[in-house]
């Protein structure tokens, strides 16, 4: 009985054992086999996914491969530097790479070609080339190499390398987007959109690595594993290639469009009256109609033709720019009681003119105010129209009305001629006291290479003309109109007026110059033009030029040339302080019609 008992109690502690021992394996193994199958039905419908984008593939680059063949693409330049070659890779960089040399890249001779990381360990360096390699970098470097990589190295990465690599990622993400078929909604292109928006949405604006969210690195190793999927679906390294560079092609010419657009708009500003001028014309001229006839009258009319005064002429329509321009050079003159300024406009804007002189005398000053309608002696407009441009400032009588100088005032003999869109930051009575040694006009000269202001005769002139080369040297030096003194004497006697009428007539029956008063003035005044200082006149403040403050600072008169006038809202801020410190903002009328500081 003991026994049996002792048997029983053995038998089930060994049975428990066996329980306790297998259970934990049978339920391993049964867990194992599920993972398994799972798996292998995962990768089964991997592969069929694949599968199907590869179906999907060799039907696009059927269509791809047309397209490809009709864009118009760059030449692929490489440039040498000694026995260096260097080229832009279209993948990213290995950051195992210290010296940042492209992925999947290898250079031989003039070619670029792009390899998979299986050819590239196929066709490593052979084991002695790399030995003499490694022998050669542990040479001592001369100290720039050294301190190159010195910089290179620097903890910060001042290349901002992941905010590049996320750009980069976006780049080839949208290019592999284009190789799909038009319409196609496949699990591929559903996933690629999804990353880069999402990759967009995490970078945002970021221009450095320091501040990337650590969301906006997740998504940025979610692309890469994307992209990792998507270069094995697009194998053709070629194709890839040829499509960036196509896209690139594509990039330019929407840049160099969005330039000339924008080139366009800006003339096209420099070309209109802004409404708050408009608004001040109008409401002096209903000021002026207003007044009695007595009162309409400019004080001091004995000194208009007064030789031995300081005269200067402005022919303008600009209220404001006249205005600025009367301002700044009586404000400082040594003699201001001298100065006779006579202002041609046109009939629209000779009551406005006159009305902002009347409420606004200039100190001293005297002030002449004319129509160009009162000159009936002008030739016809149909002259001027002839010539083509599509600016109406190169082709208006006010502006071709400095060649009749000596007709417009026959009873002077000097006088200097400013533009409106100047500045006078110094005493001109110097400027008539220089003697002009028989020659006409005064200027300052644009002939010297590499400052702004640089201009060649034929730049303008048209020197295929027989006429023209044998009249003209097309080396000799030029200059510029917008501040000019000129002898109305020595011109009267050479009768330049009667050859500019010449030159006039010539180029409307055939292309002898380019539209504008500079070329014609190039050619009427040639050989007869006095070089002075060019302190005496700045050019370059109409436009972004580079001319350097310490110019500007030391010149007599400054030249808003260009389009970006200072009244302009695209003006450049930078010089506009010069011009507003000569307008009276606190006028009512400046003020009703929003004109502001």
Not at 51 to 70: P, T
Not at 105 to 117: E, F, P, W
Not at 524 to 543: E, M, S
Request: glycine letters at 4%; one cysteine or more; aromatic letters at 8%.
């Amino acid at each position: 009985m003991r026994f049996t008992r002792r048997f029983t109690r053995i038998f089930i502690i060994l049975c428990l054992i066996a329980v306790f021992v297998t259970t934990p394996i049978l339920l391993f193994s049964s867990h194992r086999l599920i993972h398994l199958g799972s798996d292998a039905s995962k990768e089964f419908v991997g592969d069929l996914s694949i599968l199907k984008h590869r179906i999907e593939v060799q039907a696009l680059n059927a269509v791809q491969q047309e397209e490809v063949e009709n864009l118009k693409e760059p030449i692929l330049d490489v440039y040498r530097d000694g026995n260096q070659i260097s080229a832009v890779s279209l993948f990213t960089i290995d950051k195992n790479d210290s010296l940042g040399q492209p992925k999947n890249v290898s250079l031989a001779g003039n070619n670029v070609t792009t390899h998979d990381t299986k050819k590239e360990s196929q066709q490593s360096l052979p084991e002695e080339t790399l030995a003499t390699r490694e022998k050669a970098l542990e040479k001592p470097r001369p100290k720039e190499v050294q301190h190159s990589q010195n910089v290179q190295s620097h903890p910060r990465r001042a290349l901002d390398e992941r905010v590049k690599e996320i750009k980069d990622q976006l780049i080839r993400a949208k290019a592999f987007l284009n190789f799909a078929p038009a319409g196609s909604n496949s699990n591929f292109v559903k996933e690629i959109k999804l990353r880069i928006k999402d990759l967009e949405r995490a970078a945002g604006e970021v221009s450095k690595d320091s501040d990337l969210s650590r969301r906006a690195i997740q998504k940025m190793k979610a692309m890469s594993a994307t992209l990792s999927k998507a270069s094995r679906l697009f194998p053709d390294c070629s194709a890839m290639v040829k499509k960036l560079r196509a896209m690139t092609y594509n990039a330019e010419e929407q840049l160099r469009t969005q330039k000339n657009q924008a080139s366009f708009l800006e003339n096209l500003a420099g070309r209109t009256t802004p409404k708050g001028l408009h608004c001040l014309s109008m409401r002096l001229t209903t000021e002026y109609f207003a007044l009695q006839s007595e009162e309409q009258k400019l004080p001091n009319q004995h000194k208009f033709q007064n030789p031995d005064l300081h005269h200067f002429a402005v022919f303008s329509d600009n209220v404001l720019a006249c205005s600025a321009v009367v301002n700044s050079t009586v404000s400082t003159a040594r003699a201001p009681e001298k100065i006779v300024f006579h202002i041609v406009t046109d009939s629209l804007n000779q009551p406005a003119m006159t009305m902002w002189f009347l409420s606004n005398p200039p100190g001293k000053a005297t002030i002449q105010i004319q129509s160009i309608d009162m000159f009936d002696w002008l030739p016809n407009k149909d002259t001027l129209q002839k010539q083509e441009s599509l600016d109406p400032r190169y082709t208006s009588q006010l502006n071709h009305l400095r060649f009749y100088l000596p007709d417009i005032f026959p009873s002077l003999n000097k006088i200097v001629l400013l533009d409106h869109d100047v500045v006078v930051k110094r005493d001109l009575s110097g400027l008539l006291r220089i003697n002009m040694k028989g020659k006409v006009n005064g200027a300052v000269e644009t002939c010297l290479e590499g400052e702004p202001s640089f201009r060649r005769m034929d730049m303008l002139i048209n020197f295929t003309d027989p006429m023209v080369a044998t009249k003209f040297d097309v080396k000799s030096c030029t200059w510029a109109f917008g501040m000019n003194l000129f002898d109305l004497q020595e011109w009267r006697k050479r009768n330049l007026t009667g050859l500019y009428h010449k030159y006039l007539e010539l180029g409307s029956n055939r292309p002898l110059m380019k539209a504008g008063t500079l070329p014609i003035g190039w050619m009427t005044f040639y050989k007869h033009t006095r070089a002075i200082d060019r302190r005496w006149h700045v050019l370059g403040l109409g436009y972004d030029s580079g001319v350097k403050l310490n110019e500007i600072e030391q010149a007599a008169v400054i030249h808003y040339d260009g389009v970006m006038k200072p009244w302009l809202e695209i003006g450049l801020q930078k010089f506009k302080p010069y011009w507003k410190k000569h307008v009276r903002y606190e006028h009512p009328f400046v003020q009703q019609c929003n004109i502001h500081d």
